[in-house]
């Protein structure tokens, strides 16, 4: 088939297996006759539908909008992230409901299980950042269906076998999802040092709908990092600890950007993800109990290390592992969740005693249930065996993340995925139809670059 037809065949085929799929196996539970389990329900949707719904505007407008600082590329980058999310939720409904919850040839649906696939595909989302633009909408569905079930396992060792403590996911999801995206991104482009495309420098237009995004993410944050928190005093304190550390991000990035630049100007990109930081690095402390301060520090040290990353870190990469970021990932969700993770082994080392009875705070994981992740303190092993297990839950996730991104990027050199060329990449005419006559030279340049892009 061309490229042209490879999407729509793709995503029908998809659909309709899904279609099969619901019809066979999935299915609502029974409605409760019990009065305590009708107001368990309810509970369940007061209290979780408005976390959900908050990430939602997260990931549908926040992130899409964060991902628009391309100026020719903003359609693109809305509609694929839009698609993305809905492709990789409903794979990861699939893949989690035949592995955690098949029971007697029935799948039930719950909120809870719509949340935890949602979580799942945070990490597509993240991950397509380093390769945004170079790569066309077949490349970046192929790729999700690859990171889903290698998220899936890491995702279970990390939680389930290591019982490593993350309630706000940073090292399960942000540090995952970076260093996947980071192999993706190696393994695609090779060895290859990817010249700066004219069209990839940002407008003033076009950061400023980036920096609507990042305010919109900012805003709604500490739900993404409370929603799997026990609700009551977990809840309440995961809430405090990532308001506290995303405003000392927010500042702290208007000092390093202003003191990094030689004018003593803003840079908009250090804004657009330095002020983030906080809520990425905040995520794997969030619910224990630490001083307010700390929460402070850890924001403000996160936002350093983000800015420095896209001041020296990118270019060094870029140069040395010739190494292509286009959003900058590593610096916004790589960097900071190792921070958030060291954070987190000081954290349980220095935690007293009396205090930790009360961890873990975190619902369970898809795969297992309450008593599995909570075995009296730090699940019987003790502050050392606990941090150890953190450190190990981080080697894990960057370790089987760069892995399994290396090989899904060598799977995305296949040239039936119609990747698209050099000089039509960042370019949204490709996929779209543009109303915009005054820009393009005639009236068959279209069907040219088509030509042109299924001949490469």
Known sequence: AEPRRLLPLFLGLFQGALLLFFTLFVTYDEPSAQ?????????????????????????????????????????????????????????????????????????????????????????????????????SPCQLLVMATCEIPAYLTSEWVIVTCLGVLDVGSTITIHVFSCYFGLGVSKALFRATQQPLHPKETPTPRSDLTSLVGTLILWVFWPSFVAVLCQPGDAQHRAIMNTLLAMSASAITTVVASSLLERDGKLSPGHLQNGSLAGGVAIGVVADMAMPPVAALALGSLSAVVCVLGFRFFTPLLGRKLTLHDQCGIHNLHGLPGILGATASIVAILVAPKDTSESHPSQLPPAGGNASEVVEGQWGGRGAGGQALCQAAGLAVAIGASLLAGLLTGAALRLPCLARP????????????????QAESPGPDSGAEEGALALKE
């Open 35 to 135: 009065a305590e389990d009708t107001d368990l329900v309810a509970n369940q949707v007061y209290s979780t539908f408005p976390f959900f719904q908050d990430i939602q505007v997260m990931l549908v407008v926040g992130l899409g909008l964060l991902l628009t600082f391309l100026p020719r590329y903003g359609l693109s980058a809305l509609t694929h992230n839009f698609l993305l999310l809905n492709f990789s939720m409903q794979w990861a409904l699939v893949l989690q409901g035949l592995l955690h919850h098949f029971h007697h040839g029935q799948i039930h649906l719950d909120l809870h299980k719509l949340l935890i696939s949602e979580f799942a595909a945070v990490t597509v989302l993240i991950s397509v950042g380093a390769i945004l633009g170079r790569a």
């Open 421 to 436: 060329p050099e000089r039509l990449c960042f370019d949204d005419s490709l996929y779209f139809k543009i109303q915009d």
